[in-house]
């Protein structure tokens, strides 16, 4: 059984860090492409960024590049999210899922975790 646990949300000021992790089970981890999806209160699913199996090519959305890192270590079977230059406008609820593109959640879902960029 697939299982996708996000941890490490919070709240922080603007240009505030923070770095969300994924524990990931019941799949080979190392072999399928990864990402973060983003869902903010009244909007829909964003896709943020994404990494293949082995980890050696991240791609990122536009609205986070040079403030965002994705990267995974395989041999936890965990993704992780490091933000840095927090912004009001990147407040959500952030989940990851299998694959590297596109902004669908896995199914099934994790329960994701909140990020919230406040002062």
């Known amino acids: 059984e697939v299982q996708l646990v996000e941890s490490g949300g919070g709240m922080v000021q603007p240009g505030g860090s923070l770095r969300l992790s994924c524990a990931a089970s019941g799949f080979t981890f190392s072999t399928v492409g990864m990402k973060w999806v983003r869902q903010a209160p009244g909007k829909g699913p964003e896709w943020v960024s994404g990494?293949?199996?082995?980890?050696?090519?991240?791609y990122y959305a536009e609205f986070v590049k040079g403030r965002f890192t994705i990267s995974r270590d395989n041999a936890k079977n965990t993704l992780y999210l490091q933000m840095n230059s927090l912004k009001p406008e990147d407040t959500a609820l952030y989940y990851c899922?299998?694959?590297?593109?596109?902004?669908?959640?896995?199914?099934?879902r994790g329960q994701g975790t909140q990020v919230t960029v406040s002062s």
């Open positions: 899922a299998r694959g590297i593109y596109g902004r669908g959640f896995d199914q099934p």
């Open positions: 990494i293949n199996g082995g980890g050696g090519h991240p």
